[in-house]
Nanobody
Framework: QVQIVESGGGLVQTGGSLKLSCAASGRSASSLPMGWFRQAPGKEREFVAAVSYNGGSTAYQNSVEPRFTISRDSATNTVYLQLNNLQPADTAVYYC????????????????????WGQGTQVTVSS
């Protein structure tokens, strides 16, 4: 089993920044890819970004690059999502997820590629 703890959401004004954190532990979590998804009110959950087990490979949704940056601290197995130049359209609950495929560097962009999910953290951008 994998445990996930997210933090860092909040309320910011348009153009502001936030940094989300996701710490994953247990069952080989450090050897698995991790990703961030988000779900806005009335919309389906969508892929935001993902990172390989060693931080060497990353993937982003087109609409967030280059404003968002995903990174990974292997020592603590914590994944960060730096959100810059936030827009009202970025308002959503952001979910951290742990994928499958130990030491795999190909990154899934669909929910099907992830087995464990955090509880979500709210990001609200005011206009």
């Amino acid at each position: 089993q994998v445990q996930i703890v997210e933090s860092g959401g909040g309320l910011v004004q348009t153009g502001g920044s936030l940094k989300l954190s996701c710490a994953a532990s247990g069952r080989s979590a450090s050897s698995l890819p991790m990703g961030w998804f988000r779900q806005a009110p009335g919309k389906e959950r969508e892929f935001v970004a993902a990172v390989s087990y060693n931080g060497g490979s990353t993937a982003y949704q087109n609409s967030v690059e280059p404003r968002f940056t995903i990174s990974r601290d292997s020592a603590t197995n914590t994944v960060y999502l730096q959100l810059n130049n936030l827009q009202p359209a970025d308002t959503a609950v952001y979910y951290c997820a742990v994928g499958r495929g130990r030491y795999y560097t190909m990154l899934a962009r669909s929910e099907d590629g992830y087995d464990y999910w955090g509880q979500g953290t709210q990001v609200t951008v005011s206009s």
